[in-house]
Protein backbone atom coordinates (compact mmCIF):
# COMPACT_ATOMS: atom_id res chain seq x y z
CA UNK A 1 0.00 0.00 0.00
CA UNK A 2 1.93 3.56 -1.31
CA UNK A 3 -0.92 5.25 1.14
CA UNK A 4 -1.90 7.26 -2.47
CA UNK A 5 -5.72 6.53 -2.68
CA UNK A 6 -7.55 7.31 -5.81
CA UNK A 7 -11.19 7.29 -6.13
CA UNK A 8 -13.29 5.94 -8.36
CA UNK A 9 -11.30 2.47 -9.32
CA UNK A 10 -12.99 1.91 -12.07
CA UNK A 11 -15.27 4.75 -14.34
CA UNK A 12 -17.54 3.67 -17.10
CA UNK A 13 -19.13 6.70 -18.95
CA UNK A 14 -20.82 8.12 -22.10
CA UNK A 15 -19.03 10.19 -25.12
CA UNK A 16 -20.00 13.68 -23.85
CA UNK A 17 -20.17 13.87 -20.05
CA UNK A 18 -18.37 14.87 -17.41
CA UNK A 19 -15.97 13.02 -14.90
CA UNK A 20 -13.98 13.72 -11.67
CA UNK A 21 -11.31 11.77 -10.66
CA UNK A 22 -10.30 12.06 -6.67
CA UNK A 23 -6.78 11.58 -4.90
CA UNK A 24 -5.56 11.53 -1.40
CA UNK A 25 -1.88 11.69 -1.28
CA UNK A 26 0.57 10.03 1.55
CA UNK A 27 0.31 11.95 4.61
CA UNK A 28 2.62 14.89 4.52
CA UNK A 29 2.84 14.79 0.76
CA UNK A 30 2.63 18.50 -0.88
CA UNK A 31 2.91 17.71 -4.43
CA UNK A 32 0.41 16.07 -6.31
CA UNK A 33 0.99 14.49 -9.59
CA UNK A 34 -1.64 13.17 -12.31
CA UNK A 35 -0.33 10.45 -15.42
CA UNK A 36 -3.13 9.17 -18.09
CA UNK A 37 -1.48 5.85 -19.08
CA UNK A 38 -3.16 4.98 -22.87
CA UNK A 39 -3.03 1.17 -24.48
CA UNK A 40 0.67 0.74 -25.44
CA UNK A 41 1.99 3.87 -23.85
CA UNK A 42 4.18 5.09 -20.79
CA UNK A 43 2.99 7.43 -17.93
CA UNK A 44 2.04 10.43 -19.79
CA UNK A 45 2.12 13.46 -17.38
CA UNK A 46 -0.57 15.90 -17.42
CA UNK A 47 -0.35 18.03 -14.26
CA UNK A 48 1.59 18.60 -11.00
CA UNK A 49 0.27 20.95 -8.53
CA UNK A 50 2.29 21.79 -5.14
CA UNK A 51 0.36 22.85 -1.86
CA UNK A 52 -2.56 24.08 -4.03
CA UNK A 53 -0.50 25.86 -6.70
CA UNK A 54 -0.16 24.14 -10.30
CA UNK A 55 3.58 24.03 -10.63
CA UNK A 56 3.71 22.50 -13.81
CA UNK A 57 1.64 20.85 -16.97
CA UNK A 58 2.17 18.38 -19.27
CA UNK A 59 0.39 17.02 -22.30
CA UNK A 60 -2.80 17.93 -20.47
CA UNK A 61 -6.05 18.67 -22.91
CA UNK A 62 -7.95 21.78 -22.50
CA UNK A 63 -10.79 19.60 -21.96
CA UNK A 64 -8.77 18.74 -18.65
CA UNK A 65 -8.84 20.29 -15.54
CA UNK A 66 -7.00 19.68 -11.85
CA UNK A 67 -7.13 21.24 -8.61
CA UNK A 68 -5.64 21.05 -5.05
CA UNK A 69 -7.88 21.55 -1.98
CA UNK A 70 -6.61 22.95 1.10
CA UNK A 71 -6.35 19.71 2.83
CA UNK A 72 -4.37 18.58 0.01
CA UNK A 73 -6.46 16.33 -1.88
CA UNK A 74 -6.61 16.58 -5.86
CA UNK A 75 -9.38 16.16 -8.11
CA UNK A 76 -9.07 15.87 -11.86
CA UNK A 77 -11.80 17.09 -14.15
CA UNK A 78 -12.65 15.08 -17.79
CA UNK A 79 -15.06 17.00 -19.78
CA UNK A 80 -16.96 16.29 -22.95
CA UNK A 81 -15.17 13.00 -23.01
CA UNK A 82 -14.56 11.63 -26.24
CA UNK A 83 -13.72 7.74 -26.75
CA UNK A 84 -9.74 8.30 -27.05
CA UNK A 85 -9.89 9.06 -23.15
CA UNK A 86 -10.36 5.94 -22.28
CA UNK A 87 -7.21 5.30 -20.35
CA UNK A 88 -5.88 4.41 -16.66
CA UNK A 89 -5.45 7.51 -15.24
CA UNK A 90 -3.09 7.54 -11.78
CA UNK A 91 -2.52 10.23 -9.01
CA UNK A 92 1.16 10.19 -7.18
CA UNK A 93 2.35 11.96 -4.21
CA UNK A 94 5.98 13.25 -3.09
CA UNK A 95 7.60 15.40 -0.09
CA UNK A 96 9.01 18.59 -1.18
CA UNK A 97 12.33 18.65 -0.09
CA UNK A 98 15.91 19.86 -1.70
CA UNK A 99 16.47 16.62 -2.51
CA UNK A 100 15.37 14.29 -5.30
CA UNK A 101 13.10 11.52 -4.05
CA UNK A 102 10.68 9.06 -5.63
CA UNK A 103 6.83 9.77 -6.05
CA UNK A 104 4.29 6.97 -4.94
CA UNK A 105 1.46 6.11 -7.52
CA UNK A 106 -1.93 5.11 -6.42
CA UNK A 107 -3.61 2.26 -7.74
CA UNK A 108 -5.11 4.66 -10.31
CA UNK A 109 -8.82 4.54 -11.88
CA UNK A 110 -9.62 2.83 -15.12
CA UNK A 111 -11.88 4.90 -17.28
CA UNK A 112 -13.81 3.56 -20.00
CA UNK A 113 -15.69 5.99 -22.20
CA UNK A 114 -18.17 4.40 -24.55
CA UNK B 1 9.37 13.42 -28.82
CA UNK B 2 10.24 10.85 -26.60
CA UNK B 3 12.56 11.92 -23.86
CA UNK B 4 12.96 8.21 -22.24
CA UNK B 5 13.52 5.53 -24.61
CA UNK B 6 12.97 1.39 -23.41
CA UNK B 7 13.60 0.02 -26.71
CA UNK B 8 12.54 -3.81 -25.66
CA UNK B 9 8.84 -3.80 -24.79
CA UNK B 10 9.07 -7.55 -23.59
CA UNK B 11 12.03 -9.61 -22.07
CA UNK B 12 11.94 -13.09 -21.17
CA UNK B 13 14.42 -14.42 -18.70
CA UNK B 14 14.84 -18.03 -16.82
CA UNK B 15 14.63 -18.03 -13.10
CA UNK B 16 18.06 -17.60 -11.29
CA UNK B 17 19.35 -16.27 -14.55
CA UNK B 18 20.16 -12.27 -15.04
CA UNK B 19 17.31 -9.83 -15.81
CA UNK B 20 18.84 -7.02 -17.64
CA UNK B 21 16.61 -3.64 -19.20
CA UNK B 22 17.41 -1.14 -20.88
CA UNK B 23 16.61 2.66 -20.95
CA UNK B 24 18.40 5.54 -23.12
CA UNK B 25 17.17 9.53 -22.42
CA UNK B 26 17.92 12.34 -24.39
CA UNK B 27 17.55 15.58 -22.32
CA UNK B 28 20.31 16.13 -21.09
CA UNK B 29 18.89 18.24 -17.69
CA UNK B 30 18.23 15.02 -16.62
CA UNK B 31 19.88 14.00 -13.45
CA UNK B 32 17.96 11.97 -11.39
CA UNK B 33 16.34 8.67 -12.74
CA UNK B 34 14.61 5.77 -10.82
CA UNK B 35 12.85 2.18 -12.13
CA UNK B 36 9.45 1.50 -11.54
CA UNK B 37 7.60 -1.79 -11.07
CA UNK B 38 4.30 -2.25 -12.31
CA UNK B 39 2.28 -5.43 -12.08
CA UNK B 40 -1.41 -5.76 -13.55
CA UNK B 41 -4.32 -3.77 -11.89
CA UNK B 42 -1.91 -1.97 -9.23
CA UNK B 43 -0.11 1.30 -9.55
CA UNK B 44 3.59 1.14 -10.14
CA UNK B 45 5.36 0.80 -7.04
CA UNK B 46 9.28 2.31 -6.75
CA UNK B 47 12.40 0.05 -7.20
CA UNK B 48 15.41 1.70 -7.41
CA UNK B 49 16.73 5.11 -8.35
CA UNK B 50 20.59 6.70 -9.32
CA UNK B 51 21.43 10.12 -9.12
CA UNK B 52 23.60 11.59 -12.24
CA UNK B 53 26.65 11.58 -9.46
CA UNK B 54 26.96 8.08 -9.38
CA UNK B 55 27.25 6.06 -11.80
CA UNK B 56 26.01 2.47 -9.92
CA UNK B 57 23.47 1.99 -6.94
CA UNK B 58 22.59 -1.17 -5.25
CA UNK B 59 19.81 -3.10 -3.36
CA UNK B 60 19.59 -6.33 -2.69
CA UNK B 61 19.14 -8.24 -5.86
CA UNK B 62 18.95 -4.69 -8.11
CA UNK B 63 21.50 -2.72 -9.39
CA UNK B 64 20.91 0.34 -11.68
CA UNK B 65 23.64 1.29 -13.98
CA UNK B 66 23.71 5.19 -15.41
CA UNK B 67 26.38 6.11 -18.16
CA UNK B 68 26.20 9.53 -18.47
CA UNK B 69 28.48 9.86 -21.41
CA UNK B 70 26.20 7.27 -23.42
CA UNK B 71 22.74 8.66 -21.80
CA UNK B 72 21.86 5.22 -20.89
CA UNK B 73 20.77 3.06 -17.83
CA UNK B 74 20.66 -0.01 -17.02
CA UNK B 75 18.83 -2.19 -14.48
CA UNK B 76 19.87 -5.57 -13.71
CA UNK B 77 18.08 -8.49 -11.44
CA UNK B 78 20.01 -11.24 -10.40
CA UNK B 79 18.89 -13.76 -9.80
CA UNK B 80 15.36 -12.96 -11.23
CA UNK B 81 12.48 -14.75 -10.06
CA UNK B 82 8.90 -15.29 -11.04
CA UNK B 83 7.70 -13.04 -8.90
CA UNK B 84 9.51 -10.20 -10.63
CA UNK B 85 7.81 -11.03 -13.46
CA UNK B 86 5.76 -7.07 -14.04
CA UNK B 87 5.92 -4.53 -16.37
CA UNK B 88 9.58 -2.16 -15.32
CA UNK B 89 9.51 1.69 -15.96
CA UNK B 90 12.81 3.45 -16.32
CA UNK B 91 11.76 7.31 -15.45
CA UNK B 92 14.06 10.39 -15.40
CA UNK B 93 13.40 14.10 -14.11
CA UNK B 94 15.93 16.79 -14.38
CA UNK B 95 16.08 20.72 -13.04
CA UNK B 96 14.98 21.94 -9.47
CA UNK B 97 13.10 20.63 -6.35
CA UNK B 98 10.27 18.09 -7.28
CA UNK B 99 9.98 18.37 -11.30
CA UNK B 100 7.45 15.74 -12.79
CA UNK B 101 8.98 12.32 -13.54
CA UNK B 102 9.22 11.68 -17.27
CA UNK B 103 8.30 7.57 -17.96
CA UNK B 104 9.67 5.39 -20.64
CA UNK B 105 6.94 3.02 -22.34
CA UNK B 106 8.04 -0.15 -20.41
CA UNK B 107 9.41 -3.48 -20.92
CA UNK B 108 7.29 -6.94 -19.84
CA UNK B 109 9.35 -8.33 -18.03
CA UNK B 110 8.38 -12.51 -17.61
CA UNK B 111 10.58 -14.69 -16.01
CA UNK B 112 9.63 -18.36 -16.73
CA UNK B 113 10.42 -21.35 -13.51
Known amino acids: DSGVTQTPKHLITATGQRVTLRCSPR?????VYWYQQSLDQGLQFLIH???????AKGNILERFSAQQFPDLHSELNLSSLELGDSALYFC?????????????FGQGTRLTVV | DQQVKQNSPSLSVQEGRISILNCDYT??????FLWYKKYPAEGPTFLIS?????DKNEDGRFTVFLNKSAKHLSLHIVPSQPGDSAVYFC????????????FGKGTRLSVIA
Open chain 1, 92 to 104: ASSVESGERTEAF
Open chain 1, 27 to 31: SGDLS
Open chain 1, 49 to 55: YYNGEER
Open chain 2, 27 to 32: NSMFDY
Open chain 2, 50 to 54: ISSIK
Open chain 2, 91 to 102: AASGGAGNTPLV
